[in-house]
């Protein structure tokens, strides 16, 4: 597996690998070799973002992590590539147009604006400054627009309307602040790409690299379950109730309280007034609940578990969630059209 060597994304992947209990011991920092004890059967590759991807096309590796729009932009409809998982949460960005905001582009606010504008012909086409030719290429083509000439810069291209080397950019826009700091904007039908870092693989290599589906399944599994967890805090609640079916269909019967499955409903027990303080005894009218509660909905959970009779409400951090078989695996399979029964997955029997 390749990961970004520097830059933005080789942090970030090193610590979701990290959180997912796949720390990557990298014993010299100039060598670009690293492994994974969790998975010894595994390599990791430190290589540019750019590399991760043409490593990956010319099947020097099998797995990579990289952002979305460098496979984008560099596995260019290439079919031999698969993305295993889409949204790794980190690096988000996109690539998007940056138009100036004064003069004649001052009410250009649409793609169908800037198609329109009378200057664009054969001998003055509109110049567009990118890293991203290929994304480009295929935006402009599908949008209709004729007279278009891509230019090439490696960064800092928001400079370039200003000095007079581009018309416009095509670029990565992540808080939109380079794009504001150089009076350039965005417009409507100009967001081209969502980017964020994905796990790529060699579909030939899942076919024919025995144990990399074995890799690849528990990556997903790790991977999915930490990443649904950091959406949900754990919450243990003493809940006033006649018994643990009523105190269930009170939380049940409360929108936004029924977790992933259901509440847990345990007993609390308290000091047996009867047994001169050697006993302990049910409380007769109070359980402990616990259920998922989704992070955005934390306060407003809290004050529905109240209403029903909620009190002393313990919310904790969710570290994993193992649920189900994840749906990402399943769509890998049918996308290498690979049954269960498959001698290639014998290696991932229990
Ligand atoms: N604001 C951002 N600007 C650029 N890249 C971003 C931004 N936010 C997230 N990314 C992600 O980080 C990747 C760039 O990673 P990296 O930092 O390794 O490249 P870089 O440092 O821009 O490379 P270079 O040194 O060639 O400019 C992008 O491909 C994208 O997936
Ligand atoms: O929307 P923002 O949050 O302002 O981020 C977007 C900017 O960040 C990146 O530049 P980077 O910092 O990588 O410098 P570079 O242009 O030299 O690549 C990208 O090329 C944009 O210029
Ligand atoms: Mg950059």
Redesign the pocket.
């Known amino acids: 597996m390749a990961v970004?060597s520097?830059?933005?994304?080789?942090e970030d992947t090193i610590q979701l690998l990290k959180d997912c209990q796949l720390s990557v011991y990298k014993p010299n920092p100039r060598q670009y070799i690293a492994s994974i004890s969790q998975m010894p059967g595994l390599e990791v590759w430190f290589q540019?973002?750019?590399d991760v991807v043409r490593k990956l096309m010319y099947g020097d590796v099998d797995l990579g992590i990289?952002?979305?729009?460098?496979y984008a932009e560099i596995a260019h409809g290439d079919s031999g590539l698969i993305v295993l998982h889409d949204s790794l949460g980190f690096?988000?960005?996109h690539l998007g147009l940056g138009i100036p905001t004064g003069g004649k582009w001052a009410d250009i606010n649409s793609i169908d604006d800037l198609r329109r504008m009378p200057e664009w012909n054969e001998t003055n086409p509109l110049r567009v400054v990118t890293g991203y030719h290929n994304v480009a290429r295929k935006f402009f083509s599908e949008q209709g627009f004729e007279h278009v000439v891509l230019l090439s810069a490696?960064?800092a291209l928001e400079a370039a309307p200003l000095m007079g080397t581009a018309d416009i950019i095509l670029d990565?826009?992540?808080?939109g602040v380079?794009l504001r700091e150089n009076n350039l904007k965005e417009i409507e039908g100009g967001r081209i790409v969502d980017?964020?870092?994905v796990l790529v693989a060699n579909k030939r290599a899942l076919r024919e690299q025995p144990g990399l589906l074995a890799v690849v399944h528990e990556l997903i599994e790790r991977l999915e379950a930490h990443l649904k967890a950091e959406n949900y805090y754990s919450v243990v609640a003493n809940m006033r109730g006649s018994s643990p079916g009523e105190v269930a269909h009170n939380i049940l019967s409360s929108d936004g309280l029924r977790g992933l499955q259901g509440p847990t409903i345990t007993p609390v027990y308290s000091m047996d007034p009867d047994s001169n303080g050697s006993g302990a005894a049910e409380s007769p009218s109070l359980y402990s609940a616990t259920i998922c509660v989704p992070k955005k909905r934390l306060y407003k959970s809290i004050k529905d578990l109240r209403a029903i009779g909620g009190s002393g409400v313990l919310v904790q951090p969710m570290t994993y969630i193992f649920d189900e078989e994840p749906e990402r695996w399943q769509k890998v399979l049918a996308a290498l059209d690979i049954d269960i029964g498959d001698p290639l997955l014998a290696s991932l029997e229990p």
């Not at 990289?66 to 460098?70: K, R, S």
């Open positions: 970004p520097k830059g933005r994304m080789a540019r973002a750019s990289v952002g979305y729009d460098m690096g988000k960005c490696d960064g990565l826009v992540s808080t380079t980017s964020q870092g």
